[in-house]
């Protein structure tokens, strides 16, 4: 399937939420109006539609694809709705790639992840950002990598800041990810964002570490809070430049209806990257782009989209 920008796209990340994610929210405490009131101030969403028991998430999302000529999404699934993500895959095959967020201070992180193997999904989502007391280096967290590692499942990692403000940056900095990737060589490990703010950090380690990738989800709006100047042709830019394309992978992170799939971030950053191909001095070439938009997420996953 090709998509509204003329080539086939596989978006690598982006977040299933169904009224049973709300419920466990309530339940955690989290104000639904203050929670709606945040993500208006601080993104495009001008009005937000949260589901309820009789919203058919799955199809909207099937719809939001077919309307955009989208190939297959992958979604970050939290454990209330895990379930029902997983009668999701199983009704729309090819479809629906997921990353199941993973708690490493629960005893039972190993088995979680080898579940998470079992039930077909396609990696692991850790958010060391939201974490009070760990680090991405701590014991807790290799016992999680040991796992992802022995059932060949890349993991998804969220440093950086949050939309409410809430992340704890003490532990939100993608350098502490640095031993864990030398530890574990054969394991790839995917930093959300561009990293969230750390971009600087990121490329770093992108340059010494094989087996660190970055994601492009989002608005990336963290670059106007930096004392340097960056656009997103900038960040592509440089990205290619530290880890090359094969390091990249386009993302969105679509969330909430009625704003739906975000295809104003697919078509800023195809332009951006179509523009790194043009010219003598080039940087990335048609596969680069096949790659990034498309290749690359499937082959760290194995994920094999139906065939539209």
């Known amino acids: 399937m090709l998509s509204k920008i003329g080539i086939e796209v596989v978006d690598a990340h982006a977040h299933y939420f169904t009224a049973s994610t709300l419920k466990a929210w309530s339940l955690r405490g989290r104000n639904r109006e203050s929670f709606e009131n945040r993500t208006r101030s601080r993104t495009d969403m001008t009005s937000i539609e949260l589901p309820d028991e009789s919203t058919d998430v799955a199809q909207q999302w099937v719809d939001e694809m077919d309307r955009y000529g989208i190939t297959a999404m992958g979604f970050m699934v939290g454990a209330d709705a895990y379930d029902e993500f997983l009668e999701t895959k199983a009704r729309f095959p090819g479809r629906f790639m997921g990353y199941a967020n993973i708690n490493p201070e629960d005893p039972d992180a190993a088995e979680k992840v080898g579940k998470v193997f079992r039930d077909g999904l396609q990696g692991i989502k850790l958010y060391p950002s939201s974490w009070p007391e760990l680090h991405a280096y701590d014991a807790a967290c290799y016992t999680v990598y040991e796992a992802a590692l022995k059932h060949r499942l890349p993991i998804f990692l969220h440093f950086g800041i949050t939309i409410g403000g809430q992340a704890d940056l003490r532990h939100g900095n993608p350098l502490d990810i640095q031993v864990p990737s030398r530890d574990f060589p054969d394991l790839n490990f995917i930093i959300a964002h561009f990293g969230a703010g750390f971009f600087r950090e990121l490329l770093l380690l992108q340059y010494q570490a094989d087996n660190i ?26 990205a290619i430049t530290a880890g090359g394309a094969k390091k990249v992978i386009y993302g969105t992170d679509s969330s909430f209806f009625p704003r739906g799939y975000r295809i104003n971030i ?15 001095d080039a940087i990335a070439s048609l596969e680069d782009i096949d790659g990034i938009f498309r290749g690359n997420i499937l082959g760290l996953t194995g994920f094999i989209p139906k065939k539209l």
């Open 213 to 238: 990738y970055m994601d492009s989800s989002g608005s990336n709006s963290w670059m106007r809070y930096l004392p340097y100047d960056l656009d997103i042709r900038k960040i592509f830019e440089r």
């Open 266 to 280: 697919l078509e800023q950053q195809y332009e951006a990257v179509k523009s790194l191909s043009e010219g003598p």
